[in-house]
């Protein structure tokens, strides 16, 4: 919860999270889930909003199968090979392995635009929080402090140092690695149900304690839960 809280911005993914946040706290919340955001930024060119084909781009994949997915997939949609880093993150176990000493070396070495993480839920945002933390302003962490934004060509700002995004598993949606979302069954909250029936023995008994274990942590944390950065 402490990552969530720490980042500049957290959108609400999961139905299941709107509905909840709706019905038990009276937050209308706008939904914008992984795969939307990543139609437009890895989609079909031409509905980009931003050119993410010019960026440099770490991608942290939990296997070698599923880089190779993703890659033939970028391959398809005109992303230049020499833009496409990788990483395989190890499978974290305790807090300590989030202090991810080899993916900060490798930041360092490719001094990525965009790190997109493609990791599980519940882990993705505390490697997030760590790669954050990196910004000290030391040249040799590959990312710099935090400070004025920077004029781009485009004549809009930029922040100094890559942009983390933590997506989970939805670039899998366009990949093939998981199963194919119509995008009117994301709009209606229906994406856990195509993933429950390509892969039930893995995503139901994720769903099945997720329902019950996310409302319970939500109201533990409720009275720090919305207060903004600078406020507490």
């Given at each position: 919860?402490s990552?969530y809280?720490a980042s500049?911005w957290?959108?609400v993914d999961?139905?299941?999270?709107?509905?909840v946040l709706?019905m038990c706290f009276g937050?209308?919340l706008?939904?914008?889930?992984?795969l939307q955001?990543?139609?437009?930024?890895?989609?079909?060119?031409?509905?980009?909003s931003?050119p993410?084909?010019?960026?440099?781009?770490l991608w942290v994949?939990p296997?070698?199968?599923?880089?190779d997915r993703?890659?033939?997939?970028?391959?398809?949609?005109?992303?230049?090979h020499?833009?496409?880093?990788?990483?395989?993150?190890?499978?974290?176990?305790?807090?300590?392995?989030f202090?991810?000493?080899?993916?900060?070396?490798k930041?360092a070495?490719v001094r990525?635009?965009w790190i997109?993480l493609?990791i599980?839920?519940?882990k993705q945002?505390?490697?997030?929080?760590?790669?954050?933390?990196?910004?000290?302003?030391s040249?040799?962490?590959?990312?710099?402090?935090e400070?004025p934004d920077e004029a781009s060509a485009?004549?809009t700002?930029?922040?100094?140092?890559?942009?983390?995004?933590c997506t989970g598993?939805?670039?899998a949606f366009l990949?093939g690695g998981?199963?194919?979302?119509p995008?009117w069954?994301?709009?209606?909250?229906?994406?856990w149900?195509f993933?429950?029936?390509s892969?039930?023995k893995?995503f139901?008994p994720?769903y099945?304690?997720?329902a019950?274990e996310f409302?319970?942590?939500?109201?533990?944390?409720r009275?720090?839960?919305?207060v903004?950065?600078g406020?507490?």
């Amino acid at each position: 919860m402490s990552a969530y809280q720490a980042s500049d911005w957290a959108v609400v993914d999961g139905g299941y999270v709107a509905l909840v946040l709706r019905m038990c706290f009276g937050r209308h919340l706008p939904r914008i889930s992984g795969l939307q955001i990543l139609q437009r930024l890895v989609g079909e060119k031409s509905r980009r909003s931003i050119p993410f084909h010019e960026r440099r781009i770490l991608w942290v994949v939990p296997t070698a199968e599923e880089k190779d997915r993703i890659d033939y997939y970028l391959e398809d949609q005109g992303f230049p090979h020499q833009l496409r880093h990788w990483y395989y993150a190890p499978f974290y176990r305790k807090t300590e392995d989030f202090q991810d000493e080899a993916l900060a070396a490798k930041v360092a070495e490719v001094r990525p635009d965009w790190i997109i993480l493609c990791i599980a839920g519940g882990k993705q945002e505390k490697l997030g929080h760590f790669l954050r933390s990196l910004s000290s302003g030391s040249p040799e962490s590959g990312l710099e402090a935090e400070g004025p934004d920077e004029a781009s060509a485009e004549g809009t700002s930029r922040p100094k140092g890559p942009v983390i995004l933590c997506t989970g598993g939805a670039i899998a949606f366009l990949s093939g690695g998981q199963a194919n979302i119509p995008t009117w069954a994301d709009r209606l909250y229906l994406g856990w149900f195509f993933r429950i029936t390509s892969s039930p023995k893995v995503f139901l008994p994720r769903y099945w304690v997720a329902a019950y274990e996310f409302p319970l942590l939500l109201w533990e944390r409720r009275g720090s839960l919305f207060v903004k950065k600078g406020t507490e």
